[in-house]
């Protein structure tokens, strides 16, 4: 007899017939991030600060491009990189990357949970099992809690009493050892002295011949 299949089993069966059209933020507390400079978890950002917002494709490279020329005008006193999602380990490489160009950033970093709404539509060939043929698309829509990452990264002092307050790296850039400098040799070819030293051993049968002489 065959086992009853679950409801997770059966929701996933009917997800296979669909697909995601678009995934939306819903706005949480004081308005949706990066709305101005009052809203998201940082209310007192210095006038002029940059928000970025990291999304799961946005590319690092054209991130970190715009983010270094941003801070280095003399106006730019703070930028904000945010993320949620799958796209929070992208908003801390960012990060990262940033603090080793630039010395002497303060950071804060900021955790929360948001709201985002999925939306999803059948697919046209496949009906559902609830769908007749020639039915319109049924659209669903799905909201999810996933966690929301915020980092601000400030050329002027912050608070150190703050949660999450971390102080300027004292060495930014990575460490490098100075190389030692070797030379190539081929396969088989002494190395240097290796060759002087047994060409000034004589040869066994050398000697033999000295002593018959």
């Not at 400079?37 to 600060?49: N, R």
């Not at 970190?64 to 020329?69: H, I, P, S, Y």
């Not at 005008?73 to 801390?92: D, E, L, N, W, Y």
């Not at 539509?121 to 769908?131: A, F, K, N, Y």
């Amino acid at each position: 007899m065959a086992k009853p299949a679950s409801p997770r089993s059966r929701q996933r069966r009917r997800m296979e017939n669909f697909r995601k059209v678009r995934s939306e933020e819903a706005p949480v507390g004081d308005g949706a991030e990066g709305g101005g400079l009052s809203s998201g978890p940082f209310a007192d950002l210095a006038p002029g600060a940059v928000h970025m917002r990291v999304k799961e494709g946005s590319k690092i490279r054209n991130l970190l491009a715009f983010a270094t020329a941003s801070m280095a005008q003399p106006a730019t006193r703070a930028i904000v990189f945010s993320g949620c999602g799958r796209a929070t380990t992208k908003t801390v490489t960012c990060a990262e990357i940033l603090k080793r160009r630039l010395a002497g950033l303060h950071q804060v970093t900021r955790l929360r949970y948001r709201s985002v709404r999925e939306v999803w539509q059948s697919l046209p060939p496949g009906p559902t099992p609830d769908q007749k043929p020639g039915d319109p698309a049924t659209s669903l829509s799905v909201l999810k809690n996933v966690p929301s990452l915020a980092i601000l990264l400030s050329k002027d002092a912050l608070d150190p009493r703050q949660p999450g307050y971390q102080p300027p790296n004292p060495h930014p850039g990575p460490s490098s050892q100075p190389s030692v400098p070797t030379t190539k040799r081929s396969l088989g070819e002494p190395a240097a002295g290796e060759g002087s030293a047994k060409r000034s051993q004589p040869e066994p049968g050398a000697a033999e011949e000295d002593r018959t002489a």
